[in-house]
T-cell receptor, first 113, second 115 residues
Framework: QQQVKQSPQSLIVQKGGISIINCAYE??????FPWYQQFPGKGPALLIA?????SEKKEGRFTISFNKSAKQFSLHIMDSQPGDSATYFC????????????FGQGTTLQVKP | DTEVTQTPKHLVMGMTNKKSLKCEQH?????MYWYKQKAKKPPELMFV???????INESVPSRFSPECPNSSLLNLHLHALQPEDSALYLC??????????????FGDGTRLSIL
């Protein structure tokens, strides 16, 4: 029940297109769902996060959609740019605990010019 | 630039060496973490410190020894490592509030190679 399943493993999108990465979880105790972006040679950087009482959160070109009943959440990158090419990790945790993050396996995104 | 600073950026050591990784943050965060990350894999949690006390050890071998000298610093002491310990070691920190733990902020890591 501690797993977070992420798909696809890799994604190629044309510049200007929409990139969509999906994650699913089982533990209903999770109450915080962050997305991290990681460039080669760098640490993961917090991109955007959502709580289960919200169905959608948007920050610039990045949107998280959250479906509590289906226990799924997804990241949408609108107008994808070559600079968005990176590895994206979804994660889940419950903040009342230690904040231990359960990561998905990651998605490598390549945006072609 | 990240607000969590890790040194050194790269480290090559033999299996009999003793070395230390350092992590520093000045965001006033009271929770600090060590992660290990292999290529093309997500970070794996190793240790969690909360208010300078070790709160989680994810069954990490004793050749890794964490230390939290104060609320801004986190060390990871390494001794007698194995080749399979070669990885990117990440430090992270987060704020603790009355309602729980805040989001984790990562450093850029130390790339460790064991000869």
């Amino acid at each position: 029940q501690q797993q977070v399943k992420q798909s696809p493993q890799s994604l190629i999108v044309q510049k200007g297109g929409i990139s969509i990465i999906n994650c699913a979880y089982e533990n209903t105790a999770f109450d915080y769902f962050p997305w991290y972006q990681q460039f080669p040679g760098k640490g993961p950087a917090l991109l955007i996060a959502i709580r289960p009482d919200v169905s959608e959160k948007k920050e610039g070109r990045f949107t998280i959609s959250f479906n509590k009943s289906a226990k799924q959440f997804s990241l949408h990158i609108m107008d994808s740019q070559p600079g968005d090419s990176a590895t994206y990790f979804c994660a889940a945790t419950y903040r009342s605990n230690t904040g231990k993050l359960i990561f998905g396996q990651g998605t490598t995104l390549q945006v072609k010019p | 630039d990240t607000e969590v600073t890790q040194t050194p950026k790269h480290l090559v050591m033999g299996m009999t060496n003793k070395k230390s990784l350092k992590c520093e943050q000045h965001m006033g965060h009271r929770a600090m973490y060590w992660y290990k990350q292999k290529a093309k894999k997500p970070p794996e949690l190793m240790f969690v410190y909360s208010y300078e006390k070790l709160s989680i050890n994810e069954s990490v071998p004793s050749r890794f020894s964490p230390e939290c000298p104060n609320s801004s610093l986190l060390n990871l002491h390494l001794h007698a490592l194995q080749p399979e310990d070669s990885a990117l070691y990440l430090c992270a920190s987060s704020q603790e509030t009355g309602t729980g733990i805040g989001p984790q902020h990562f450093g850029d890591g130390t790339r460790l190679s064991i000869l």
